[in-house]
């Protein structure tokens, strides 16, 4: 009965000195960047500040977080989600996830945003690069669509052919 209560004794020490060394707290989900946690910060004081939730979106991105990315995105407020360069982020987030099918229509809603208008000038809020970008991206995620493709991961030599016939016809506009 004595090395019972022994026993017992010495595994409950070495339980409390396992759960006081932290080594069964998890590991972070991001890397430990400096560039991140202020971001976080600003994003929380301004929720509804389109260029900081694309910075942030961004640094997700970057820290190869595509699911924070797109969390965020899809939950930021109305100013800052219906912004045309966060829904291009929210689409690369998507493609990056492997659901091309859902980042097709996102990115088409932002080339028919940013399409030049009467006076031949984009839509306020898109430049040209953008606007290059995401009739790029569209194009290819047609052809991805197209060939049953989501994610590029998943099948590079599909995802291969989809690009090349996205990318063969070369078009020039002249003025």
Same mark, same amino acid.
Do not use: E, G, I, N
């Given at each position: 009965m004595r090395a019972l209560a022994y026993g017992v004794t010495v595994m409950i020490g070495i339980g409390a000195l396992w759960v006081l060394s932290g080594t069964q707290r998890s590991g972070s989900v991001l890397p430990v960047t400096d560039s991140i946690r202020p971001l976080e910060a600003e994003v !929380?004081?301004?929720?509804d500040n389109p260029a900081t939730t694309r910075m942030l979106a961004q640094a997700y991105l970057d820290a190869l977080q595509p699911g924070l990315a797109r969390v965020l995105l899809e939950s930021a407020p109305g100013r800052a989600r219906a &912004?045309?360069?966060t829904r291009h982020i929210l689409a690369r987030a998507l493609l990056d996830l492997g659901r091309a099918d859902l980042a097709l229509p996102v990115e088409v809603g932002v080339v028919n &945003?940013?399409?030049p208008r !009467?006076? &031949? !000038?984009l839509a306020p809020g898109c430049d040209s690069v953008l606007f290059a970008s995401a009739v790029r991206r569209t194009s290819i995620m047609r052809e991805m669509v197209a060939v049953g493709v989501t994610d590029v991961l998943a099948h590079p030599e599909a995802s291969l052919i989809a690009y090349e016939n996205a990318t063969r016809e070369a078009?020039?506009?002249l003025e």
């Open positions: !929380a004081m301004q929720p &912004d045309v360069r &945003d940013c399409q !009467a006076s &031949d !000038a078009r020039v506009r």
